[in-house]
């Protein structure tokens, strides 16, 4: 079992960052791949990025390449999506999840944490 815990988020300006983080705990924390998912209001939760357990492999939603950038501290069982260039439409609740597969589908993913709001304003 693993257990994922977000914070950091908050909020920002238009053109702004925010870092929001995903502490992980359990034994095979480290093994997985995590990936962010976001939820608007009323609307469906969408991929962000994704990083595998290496770091080596990485993907990101086309709506934020270049503007976010994921990374992870196995050493820490953490991992990082910094948030540069933020936008109105970035505002969300940011989930980490973790998996097996450097999926873009939250059926990819077998644990999520609770979520931190990021809010962007104009």
């Known amino acids: 079992q693993v257990q994922l815990v977000e914070s950091g988020g908050g909020l920002a300006r238009a053109g702004g960052s925010l870092s929001v983080f995903c502490e992980a705990s359990?034994?095979?924390?480290?093994?997985?791949?995590v990936g962010w998912f976001r939820q608007a209001p009323e609307k469906e939760r969408v991929f962000v990025a994704a990083?595998?357990?290496?770091?080596?492999?990485?993907r990101y939603a086309d709506s934020v390449k270049g503007r976010f950038t994921i990374s992870r501290d196995n050493a820490k069982n953490m991992v990082t999506l910094r948030m540069n260039a933020l936008k109105p439409e970035d505002t969300a609740l940011y989930y980490c999840?973790?998996?097996?597969?450097?999926?873009?589908?939250?059926?990819?993913?077998?644990?999520w944490g609770n979520g931190t709001q990021v809010t962007v304003s104009s």
């Open positions: 990083i595998n357990w290496s770091g080596g492999m990485i």
């Open positions: 359990g034994r095979t924390a480290s093994n997985y791949v």
């Open positions: 999840a973790g998996g097996r597969y450097l999926g873009s589908i939250p059926e990819n993913y077998d644990f």
